[in-house]
Every structure is written in structure tokens, then in C-alpha cells.
């Protein structure tokens, strides 16, 4: 459990080179143009590649409207992907949010049976996760840090703050097998959550 819990943690850091120079660099998505993502699609560097699909993921999440709430369509998050990114090729001057928006949230494909809802999953599910479906479970973490932003009226991404709370939900979810996986992301994620006032629970 506690290699798991690693795993994780160091998958969330990860994310950050992969996103920005610096771990400590945050980004506002609100300024990344279709330029600059189309050149981490097309570059010939996987943790570029693998930014690209990061920052996507917090788009997802940013864009999903009331309606939508937590539930994550996987087969349509990927065509939403090439949507987006197809787009952003032909437009490079249009910022990413705008390009994403045109086929995210209130533009997106219907879900299919086969959404996964995040407010009904539990953190057992995290605790249960296999070292090599840690990038998996790292992409979900950065859709629900772009859902809460969107709550918050924030277009940062902040991949210090971040790793961060996915360390404190990691160690949470261990701790509360039982509790939801959702409610745990608003405890460290939220806008009022636990990572902002340095609180441990």
C-alpha cells in the first residue's frame, strides 16, 4: 500500500515537467494558445505529448457544465481530444480554451452507458489501483483539479498545489477507503479546501 501510495504521489509530480519548465510553475490555462498545445502534440517528446493530454484533462474538467457534474465519458473525452487538438492545428492563434469549449461542456457528446460517475466513486478505488494504471488515476486527479478551478473561477493551474493535494488525498483515500473520491477532492482541491489553509484534515 505504501509503494501505491508513492506511486501515485510521485505520477502527480510527474505531471509537472510535463506541463512547464519548472515543478514550481504554474500556468494559466486561460493564456496557453493552440499554438504552443499543438507543438507539445506534434513534438517528438513524450512528456510533452503526455502534457499535452494533462492540460486536456483539466479542460475537461474546467468546461463540464451543472448539467454534466462529475460524470467522465472516456470513449468521448478521446474524441473530444482530436476534436480539440485537429481544431487547434488549423487555428493555432485561438487560445485553447476557446478551441476546447467548441467541442467540451455544453458541446460534448451525449454520455454513453459506459461514464464512469467520480461522485459515486470511492476511494477504495484509488487504494486498489495497480502501479501501472498510476498515469490513469493521475489524469482523473488533474479532471477533478480542473472541475473544482471551475468552481472557483480560476484558470491556474497550479502543479505545486496540485501534487500537493494529491498527496493529502492519497493519504486520505488509505485512511477513508470508504469515502467518496469526489467528496475527498473537494476536502484538498476545493475552493475553501484544506491544501489553501495548510490543514491536514
Known amino acids: 500500500m505504501k509503494r501505491l501510495l508513492l506511486s501515485v504521489i510521485a505520477a502527480a509530480f510527474l505531471l509537472?515537467?510535463?506541463?512547464?519548465?519548472?515543478?514550481?510553475?504554474?500556468?494559466?490555462?486561460?493564456?496557453?494558445?493552440?499554438?504552443?498545445l499543438t507543438e507539445k502534440v506534434q513534438s517528438?517528446?513524450?512528456?510533452?505529448?503526455?502534457?499535452?493530454?494533462?492540460?486536456?484533462y483539466w479542460m475537461e474538467g474546467y468546461q463540464a457544465t451543472d448539467e454534466q457534474g462529475t460524470v467522465v465519458d472516456f470513449d468521448n473525452v478521446?474524441?473530444?481530444?482530436?476534436?480539440?487538438?485537429?481544431?487547434?492545428?488549423?487555428?493555432?492563434?485561438?487560445?485553447?480554451?476557446?478551441?476546447?469549449s467548441k467541442f467540451m461542456g455544453e458541446n460534448a457528446e451525449d454520455?454513453?452507458?459506459k461514464a464512469i460517475d467520480l461522485a459515486i466513486l470511492?476511494?477504495?478505488?484509488?487504494?486498489?489501483?495497480?502501479?501501472?494504471?498510476?498515469?490513469?488515476l493521475g489524469q482523473i486527479l488533474m479532471w477533478l483539479a480542473g472541475y473544482h478551478a471551475s468552481v472557483a473561477k480560476s484558470t491556474v493551474i497550479d502543479m505545486e498545489k496540485f501534487g500537493a493535494s494529491v498527496e493529502k488525498i492519497t493519504t486520505y483515500c488509505v485512511e477513508h477507503p470508504e469515502m467518496g473520491l469526489f467528496t475527498t477532492s473537494e476536502k484538498f482541491m476545493g475552493d475553501d479546501s484544506d491544501t489553501d489553509s495548510g490543514g491536514d484534515e
Open 44 to 56: 517528438s517528446d513524450k512528456s510533452a505529448n503526455y502534457g499535452a493530454s494533462v492540460i486536456l
Open 111 to 113: 454520455a454513453t452507458p
Open 122 to 136: 470511492k476511494c477504495e478505488a484509488v487504494n486498489s489501483t495497480k502501479e501501472n494504471e498510476t498515469d490513469g
Open 78 to 100: 478521446a474524441k473530444e481530444f482530436a476534436a480539440t487538438t485537429d481544431y487547434c492545428g488549423k487555428n493555432p492563434g485561438v487560445g485553447v480554451m476557446t478551441a476546447s
Open 16 to 36: 509537472a515537467p510535463a506541463i512547464s519548465a519548472s515543478a514550481a510553475e504554474s500556468l494559466d490555462a486561460s493564456t496557453l494558445s493552440c499554438k504552443e
